[in-house]
């Protein structure tokens, strides 16, 4: 399943336990409390979750190191009610991103965490374009509703050149064609044939090296990971809780 090893963190023989508590009697989300990992260029690296500071009720889980050093962390917001749950933001300091350490990785790791103990049905987000083959990594899926973002990657695919992809650009043209014929049905129809469509050029584009320069998405991308897409790939996810010896799984 192409999960790499965990090159620069130190694992625990034995795995840590996540542990969960509610957040009162009215409020029944569940949040962490744990963990820390030795990771052997930064040293000790915890992962904590709290209010964040604006007001509007949203998390943000943060990466520390042993100096109080925030190294990166992801904004979330789960509703009271519902159990909705929406990424705001993930970020990884400069220093540290796409160096192969795996900060963001286990960030996504947490938030996924807490997607499925308090049992929500979607986390969605809004990837920005450089971001969608990192998401895509971690089974997040496009979810595009709106014109503009439907017409704009229709246009991107139905552009692309490159031999392998021309059968998806063909597609891509065609439902640009379909949507002149103003058929309501089809219109109706056409977000999702347009959601599978950016899906099946999301994987072929993720076979290459570094998809986000040969197939880049120069805007940004709602998308959304499903319980029934985390259940389905709960092997996937496993993997990468035993990967950093987290006694955790979906
Ligand atoms: C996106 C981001 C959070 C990823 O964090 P990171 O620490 O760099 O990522 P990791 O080292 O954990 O990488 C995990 C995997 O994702 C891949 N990856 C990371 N960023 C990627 C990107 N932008 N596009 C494609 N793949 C990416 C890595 O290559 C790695 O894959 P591998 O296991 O096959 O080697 C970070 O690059 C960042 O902060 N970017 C700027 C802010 C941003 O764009 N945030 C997203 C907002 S929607």
Not at 64 to 80: C, F, H, P, R, T
Request: hydrophobic share 35%.
């Amino acid at each position: 399943m192409n999960i790499k090893p965990a090159k620069y963190w130190n694992i625990k023989k034995t795995p840590q336990k996540v542990e969960w508590r509610s957040l009162g009697i009215n409020d029944d989300r569940k949040v962490f409390s744990c963990c820390d990992f030795d990771n052997k260029i930064f040293g000790n690296i915890s992962v904590n979750i709290k209010d964040y500071w604006d007001g509007f009720g949203r998390w943000v889980i943060e990466l520390k190191n042993s100096l109080d050093k925030l190294m990166g962390y992801e904004i979330v917001l789960m509703e009271k009610d519902s159990h909705n749950f929406m990424g705001n933001m993930i970020e990884v300091l400069d220093d540290y991103r796409r160096k192969g350490y795996g900060f963001g990785e286990i960030l996504r790791l947490f938030s996924v965490m807490l997607m499925n103990e308090n049992k929500s049905k979607r986390f969605e987000i809004y990837s920005r374009g450089s971001a969608v083959y990192f998401h895509s990594k971690y089974k997040f899926v496009p979810y595009i509703t709106r014109y503009s973002e439907r017409d704009d990657t229709l246009n991107m695919i139905a552009k692309d050149k490159s031999a392998a992809f021309r059968d998806l650009a063909v597609r891509a043209k065609e439902l640009i064609e379909m949507e002149k014929k103003n058929n309501i049905d089809f219109i109706r129809r056409m977000f999702n044939e347009t959601n599978k469509l950016v899906q099946e050029y999301i994987e072929l584009a993720a076979q290459e090296p570094k998809p986000e320069k040969t197939h880049p998405f120069n805007f940004g991308l709602p998308m959304v990971l499903t319980d029934k897409n985390l259940y389905k790939n709960k092997k996937f996810y496993n993997e990468l809780y035993t990967k950093y010896g987290l006694d955790y799984s979906i």
